[in-house]
């Protein structure tokens, strides 16, 4: 049977103190309604609706094709929520999830497992619940005597011996689709907040004669719903924990994972040794046998195996194989760098190919240029790329070598072997094989120092 999905993530989150809608708060490299939508799909829903209100149009640009967006302009309850997929879900006919944009640690097993359980069990509708040892500000959920669902009390609206009750509705539902729409439009706002509570629907269902099942949590931490910053800084810290988990027991290193900041989708092949204070984000892949860190950025790039990278920052770039970079190098977007390279310390390289076997030891900035193969960079090198409107191409060319504290006035191209004497302003082409000198000869008066005093 076909599993479709639906994300209630219209709140605002007063609590979070922010413009940004609650659902788009990151976690771990994401937004917490990008791990919900990743949970549903591996759980098998083949069709997801996310119910978007409060700044609609920023979740619909954050959801783009994964999902189809649906508003629900006035926030009046979550069974008014679900009520705006009605339409999307018109000819579907499986089982629906329901679940809230604002439970990025959720796993897509969990719902996998809900989902078979209710199909099994030929229940209308199934609930998500947890056994929690202070149980407040939850809806409690009561069972009748044969263990089934009986009704869900919300915390406003209980009797002293329901809130005794420490089994708990976590929010997160499976559904037959049929009827559910119908039975949805019988709920009234009759309650502490007068709104329009799924929770209602259980007891409808009962008075149909329907089965309402359970099943419970083994991690309550799963569903705990982020309402401010606080509990987003202690997600973060769980969806890290799992993360460098997985990649120890892939064969990774990682010397300190509580001060060591790993995003979900990173990858890191075996023997490879992430040290403390690193941050590795988006898209990255480290290879194998690598040594990155202490206190290293690198976001959206692929680095090569056998290579150390220390105290640096790599941007949306790619270095190659037994390549060294740091300490303090700032890698910036477009940049390839070669095998058996060497970016040194206080090395800037913005948009530039370097070739295998080149060196920026030091101290250098090197932007918008291809440096070949074996080509040393002296300290203190500047390429001179824009000149107030333009950006100009420098190319050094294999095997060249430039001389420390040099200006390479781009455009400008410096050929195969040629040499660079420490000091020069270079602004026209250096032929394969020369020596390119552009300094002001040297004078020394003698007795100068004696004179002046």
Not at 53 to 72: C, I, K, M, P, S
Not at 327 to 332: K, Q
Request: aromatic share 4%; with cysteine; glycine share 12%.
């Amino acid at each position: 049977m076909e599993l479709a999905a639906v994300i209630l993530a219209a709140g605002k989150g007063t609590r979070m103190k922010s413009a940004l809608p609650k659902v788009l708060h990151q976690v771990c490299g994401q937004p917490m309604l990008g791990h919900v939508i990743s949970a549903v799909i591996k759980a098998g829903a083949t069709e997801t609706v996310v119910v978007a209100g409060f700044e609609a149009q920023q979740v619909t640009d954050f959801v783009g094709n994964r999902a189809t967006v649906v508003l629900q302009e006035e926030q009046l309850g979550t069974a008014h929520a679900l009520l705006q997929a009605e339409n999307k879900l018109n000819n579907f006919s499986g089982d629906l999830l329901v679940v809230c944009g604002d439970t990025p640690l959720l796993r897509g097993q969990t719902l996998a497992d809900l989902a078979l359980f209710h199909r099994k069990s030929g229940a209308a509708a199934t609930l998500l619940t947890a056994e929690m040892e202070n149980p407040t500000g939850y809806g409690r959920v009561i069972r009748n005597q044969g263990g089934s669902v009986d009704r869900i009390v919300e915390q406003k609206d209980a009797t002293p011996e329901e809130l005794a009750v420490k089994e708990i509705n976590t929010g997160v539902y499976c559904f037959k689709v049929s009827g559910l729409f119908t039975a949805l439009k019988e709920i009234s706002p009759a309650n502490a907040q007068g709104e329009y509570y799924l929770t209602d629907i259980i007891q409808i269902l009962n008075q149909r004669g329907l089965i309402v099942q359970a099943v419970t949590l083994k991690d309550a931490r799963e569903v705990q719903g982020i309402n401010d910053r606080s509990q987003l800084a202690e997600a973060a810290e769980v969806l890290r924990g799992r993360v460098a988990e997985v990649l120890m027991a892939q064969g990774v290193t990682i010397m300190d994972p509580a001060n060591t900041y790993v995003d979900e989708g990173v990858r890191v092949g075996q023997d490879s040794i992430i040290l403390p204070f690193t941050f590795l984000e988006g898209e990255t892949e480290i290879g194998s046998q690598c040594v990155i860190g202490p206190g290293c950025k690198i976001k959206n790039s692929t680095i090569g195996d056998s290579t150390e990278i220390q105290y640096s920052v790599v941007l949306e770039s790619r270095i190659g194989n037994h390549t060294t970079v740091g300490p303090y190098a700032y890698i910036r977007p477009g940049t390839m760098v070669g095998d058996h390279a060497k970016v040194g310390d206080f090395v800037e390289i913005k948009k530039s190919v370097i070739g295998n076997g080149s060196k920026i030891p030091h101290l250098s900035y090197v932007g918008d240029a291809t440096i070949g193969e074996g080509v040393n960079v002296g300290a203190g090198t500047i390429t001179c790329n824009y000149d107030g409107k333009n950006k100009y191409q420098t190319t050094l060319e294999n095997g060249a070598f430039i001389g420390s504290n040099t200006n390479l006035v781009a455009p400008v191209k410096v050929g195969e072997g040629a040499v660079i004497a420490a000091g020069s302003t270079i602004t026209k082409d250096v032929p394969a094989g020369a020596l390119g000198v552009a300094r002001e000869r040297q004078t020394n008066l003698a007795n100068w120092a004696k004179k002046k005093g």
